[in-house]
Nanobody, 122 residues
Framework: QVQLVESGGGLVQAGGSLRLSCAAS????????MGWVRQAPGKEREFVAQ???????TDYVDSVKGRFTISRDNANTIYLQMNGLKPEDTAVYYC????????????????WGQGTQVTVSS
């Protein structure tokens, strides 16, 4: 079992930055592919980014490439650095974890955090 707790959301003006954090419990943190998914009001959940177990591989949805950076440390935490934020980035951001293989895991997570709200004003 993995428990995930997100933090770092908030209100920011367009062009600004935020950094989301996701702290994972358990001693097997390195066994999971981890990532971020977001859901805007009235829209389906959308994959944002994920990072492999040893942080060798990353994957991003096209709309955030060059603006968002996902990373992970050795202290059971992953991060999503979001720069150049746009109003269309407004959503609840969820952290997820999966034991799936990298190729099968894009946004498909077994474990989820509670979500953190990101609001970008124009």
């Amino acid at each position: 079992q993995v428990q995930l707790v997100e933090s770092g959301g908030g209100l920011v003006q367009a062009g600004g930055s935020l950094r989301l954090s996701c702290a994972a419990s358990g001693r097997t943190f390195g066994s999971y592919v981890m990532g971020w998914v977001r859901q805007a009001p009235g829209k389906e959940r959308e994959f944002v980014a994920q990072i492999s177990r040893r942080a060798i591989h990353t994957d991003y949805v096209d709309s955030v490439k060059g603006r968002f950076t996902i990373s992970r440390d050795n202290a059971n935490t992953i991060y999503l650095q979001m720069n150049g934020l746009k109003p269309e980035d407004t959503a609840v951001y969820y952290c997820g974890a999966t034991a799936r293989q990298w190729s099968d895991s894009r946004g498909e997570y077994e474990y989820w955090g509670q979500g953190t709200q990101v609001t970008v004003s124009s």
